[in-house]
């Protein structure tokens, strides 16, 4: 029996891998077939398989779905007002050209919460080409700060899809997993995105490349700072408030207070109230019509179907790991072999992304094993950090299966030398000062 667990595990991943690497399978069937042949194998019967299927993809995308798709919204909403190269601009003028990196980290800090990373590079690229105009110093002293702010949010803060999908799985509240991804993320940008850009860019002088051909940054009629950090901040620091008082409240009850700080802050109602926000101060007030409106909202719903469909996925290969007994043997192993589970966390999500490329797979089924591990008696905490463990790992060593290092080589001009230079030891350096964050969070805390 024993063996037989074991072997739908390690079979299940090796045969993901083999899916999405070798005949190209979209993840999303490529999940659910491997967590079919988990359970084939394990001895499940048939039913018993389809049943796990509806109720792991059921439970986990009641929450994901509506969260990542308001989240996919109000980006949009975002990105379309200008609101990115506004927050940009006004960092840059404030802290200066000499201080531009530090500038360039913390918009990418911000903006990676509501607009997807590659989207987010894309629109700011127009930035990063006119600092490097200005200084004539390497591109690099620009887009590395940048690219690492942007990176270290995608991976560690809802409500980009990644870490909700993680929270989801593992149960962990998301106003922890954001209050520990800033505290985590704070110390990670200094290092990975100054000092690691600021070493880069002496060792290499890029110039902005002789194809990139991309429109000038928008500067007529930019909402202003104010609103777009106003907007961005709200509903973060409502479900932060809720987690921190749900947290002093367990013990004592639920009152008429708590009960009214739980529906503001609980992460549905402050996205609802986000986008309500966004439509408003940055769409009709600056004169934007409502079918415009419409339209930009209802395409960024197309790459969210995709994030939600393979969280669901996700799902189902916990839920096929707990209905096979496999998760409670693995944990049981783990235990006994003396492994933290903070420690395997990092380790799962870190070999599938090596091998697989994909961050949102990674987290995805690093999430899953993990789930095994996580006790009944684990405290919300104790799973926050989980997050963002699973997060870091899932950030290592980005390489040529990622797609993120064809859109880095291209952006800036860089040969597949210099992006495993530069881009590749970013991304691990991310993962490695995330997850030494997590540990001592994890001693401190304990």
């Known amino acids: 029996m024993e063996i037989a667990l074991v072997l739908s595990v390690v079979s299940s991943i090796g045969l993901l891998l083999l899916l999405i690497l070798k005949l190209k399978i979209q993840p999303f069937i490529a999940l659910l077939i491997s967590s079919m042949v988990a359970g084939l194998i394990a001895g499940m019967p048939p039913q018993a398989i389809i049943t796990s299927i509806q109720t792991g993809m059921g439970s986990t995308l009641g929450f994901v779905a509506t969260v990542v798709g308001l989240g996919a919204l109000f980006g949009a909403i975002l990105e379309s007002s200008g609101g990115a190269e506004s927050l940009a601009s006004f960092l840059v003028k404030k802290f200066g050209v000499k201080n531009a990196p530090a500038a360039m980290v913390i918009t990418g800090f911000i903006i990676a919460i509501p607009v997807f990373f590659d989207v987010a590079f894309v629109i700011l690229a127009p930035i990063v080409y006119s600092l490097q105009l200005k200084t004539k110093k390497s591109l690099l002293l620009f887009a590395l700060p940048l690219l690492a702010g942007l990176a270290i949010t995608h991976s560690f803060i809802p409500p980009t899809p990644g870490p909700v999908a993680v929270a989801e799985i593992l149960k962990a509240p998301l106003g922890w997993v954001i209050s520990f991804g800033f505290v985590a993320g704070v110390p990670t940008a200094m290092v990975a995105g100054i000092w690691f850009s600021k070493v880069k860019a002496g060792q290499i002088h890029v110039n902005i490349p002789d194809y990139m051909d991309l429109p000038e940054a928008k500067s007529d009629s930019l909402p202003s700072f104010v609103s777009i950090l106003s907007i961005i901040t709200i509903p973060i620091l409502l479900i932060v408030t809720s987690a921190i008082v749900n947290t002093f409240y367990k013990e004592a009850g639920i009152d008429h207070f708590v009960a009214i700080i739980n529906l503001i802050g609980h992460p549905f109602t402050a996205l609802i109230l986000a986008n309500m926000l966004a439509w408003y101060f940055l769409g009709i007030r600056r ?7 419409l339209k930009v909202t209802g395409k960024s719903l197309a790459p969210a179907g995709i994030i939600i469909l393979l969280t669901g996925a996700g799902g189902v290969f916990k839920q096929i790991l707990i209905d096979t007994g496999a998760g409670k043997f693995l944990a049981e192993s783990m235990v006994s072999m003396g492994i933290p589970v903070l ?24 999430a899953g094993l993990t789930s095994s591990l996580v006790e009944t008696s684990m405290g919300d905490i104790e799973r926050a950090l989980l997050v963002i463990a699973i997060a870091s790992g899932a950030s290592i060593l980005s390489h040529v299966n990622d797609s993120g290092f064809w859109l880095v080589n291209r952006y800036l001009g860089l040969t597949e030398k210099q992006t495993f230079q530069t881009w590749t030891l970013l991304t691990t350096l991310i993962a490695t000062c995330g997850f030494i964050t997590v540990v001592i969070l994890s001693f401190l805390l304990s």
Not at 351 to 361: F, H, K, N, P
């Open 343 to 366: 420690l395997f966390a990092f380790i799962s999500a870190s070999v599938v992304r090596i091998l697989q490329g994909s961050a949102t797979v990674a987290m995805i089924t690093g």
């Open 287 to 293: 004169n934007t019509s409502k079918d415009e409106l």
